[in-house]
């Protein structure tokens, strides 16, 4: 465990490896690859490896066998800190679109970037704006574009998984595409919210068997979120709880 001044130090130089690299992926993005999502991409892989060993992080990533091939998907991760986003450009290839809460984009340079990027800003305080979202999104899976979304719509204080947001669901009626369950684990213990220190670290990332709603599209809007809802939600659970008692009993055995 890192001593307090060293771990600010530490956190100092990740946070600015954060800053200087997404401000350069912006004027490249902006300047020079406008409009190339594959170069875009690369630049957040690059962006993403460099947390991930300034931060020492080690990323332990289980089930990329399950992620669909030539197939537009919903990924839906669990949200427990910042650094939840570059795990997902470490843990998932290919090009996707994130869905985030509108906030963000008002951040200096994350903003910005986001905008380059054509990242999806949800209006949650206004029904009329989020409905606008809501068909932007399913018009957009609908040109092949998959989308990544936190179904808590916040990062939790805790390991505990917090009640989804019905909006992650309502547009699936629609757009009828599969969800990818990612399960992450320990990223919270690397950086809690409302902190911005940085500790080194093993995060757990379980990417789960696609989930399909055929069955139940002929439900109405609240019924059909409610039952897709639970299915994400119990897939998640599961695989999180286990995954915590093995870390605790991992944990046991290094002391």
């Given at each position: 465990?890192?001593?307090?001044?060293?771990?600010?130090?530490?956190?100092i130089?990740?946070?600015?490896?954060?800053?200087?690299?997404?401000?350069?992926?912006?004027?490249?993005?902006?300047?020079?690859?406008?409009?190339?999502?594959?170069?875009?991409?690369?630049?957040?892989?690059?962006?993403?490896?460099?947390?991930?060993k300034?931060?020492?992080?080690?990323?332990?990533?289980?089930?990329?066998?399950?992620?669909?091939?030539?197939?537009t998907?919903?990924?839906?991760?669990?949200?427990?800190?910042?650094?939840?986003?570059?795990?997902?450009?470490?843990?998932?290839?290919?090009?996707?679109?994130?869905?985030?809460?509108?906030?963000?984009?008002?951040?200096?340079?994350?903003?910005?970037?986001?905008?380059?990027?054509?990242?999806?800003?949800?209006?949650?305080?206004s029904?009329?704006?989020?409905?606008?979202?809501?068909?932007d999104?399913?018009?957009?899976?609908?040109?092949?574009?998959?989308?990544?979304?936190?179904?808590?719509?916040?990062?939790?204080?805790?390991?505990?998984?917090?009640?989804?947001?019905?909006?992650?669901?309502?547009?699936?009626?629609?757009?009828?595409?599969?969800?990818?369950?990612?399960?992450?684990?320990?990223?919270?213990?690397?950086?809690?919210?409302?902190?911005?220190?940085?500790?080194?670290?093993?995060?757990k990332v379980?990417?789960?068997?696609?989930?399909?709603?055929?069955?139940?599209?002929?439900?109405?809007?609240?019924?059909?979120?409610?039952?897709?809802?639970?299915?994400?939600?119990?897939?998640?659970?599961?695989?999180?709880?286990?995954?915590?008692?093995?870390?605790?009993?991992?944990?046991?055995?290094?002391?």
């Open positions: 465990m890192l001593k307090k001044p060293m771990r600010v130090a530490h956190s130089a990740w946070w600015a490896d954060w800053t200087a690299i997404m401000l350069l992926g912006l004027i490249f993005d902006s300047l020079v690859w406008r409009g190339n999502r594959k170069m875009y991409r690369r630049v957040e892989n690059f962006w993403a490896w460099t947390l991930m300034l931060g020492g992080i080690k990323l332990e990533i289980a089930g990329s066998e399950n992620l669909p091939k030539n197939e998907v919903v990924y839906m991760a669990n949200h427990q800190s910042d650094i939840d986003w570059p795990i997902i450009f470490m843990a998932i290839p290919g090009l996707y679109l994130f869905l985030a809460k509108k906030e963000l984009f008002d951040v200096p340079v994350f903003g910005a970037y986001m905008r380059i990027q054509k990242y999806i800003p949800i209006e949650r305080d029904i009329r704006k989020s409905f606008k979202t809501y068909k999104i399913v018009a957009l899976i609908e040109s092949g574009n998959s989308i990544v979304i936190y179904p808590e719509g916040t990062r939790s204080y805790n390991k505990e998984l917090q009640k989804f947001k019905s909006f992650s669901f309502a547009f699936l009626q629609d757009a009828r595409v599969r969800v990818v369950p990612v399960a992450i684990n320990g990223s919270i213990d690397i950086q809690r919210k409302g902190s911005h220190l940085i500790a080194p670290g093993k995060v379980n990417i789960l068997p696609p989930i399909g709603f055929d069955d139940i599209y002929n439900l109405g809007t609240k019924e059909f979120c409610s039952a897709a809802s639970n299915r994400v939600r119990r897939s998640l659970l599961d695989v999180l709880e286990k995954s915590e008692v093995i870390r605790q009993a991992e944990k046991i055995v290094a002391v």
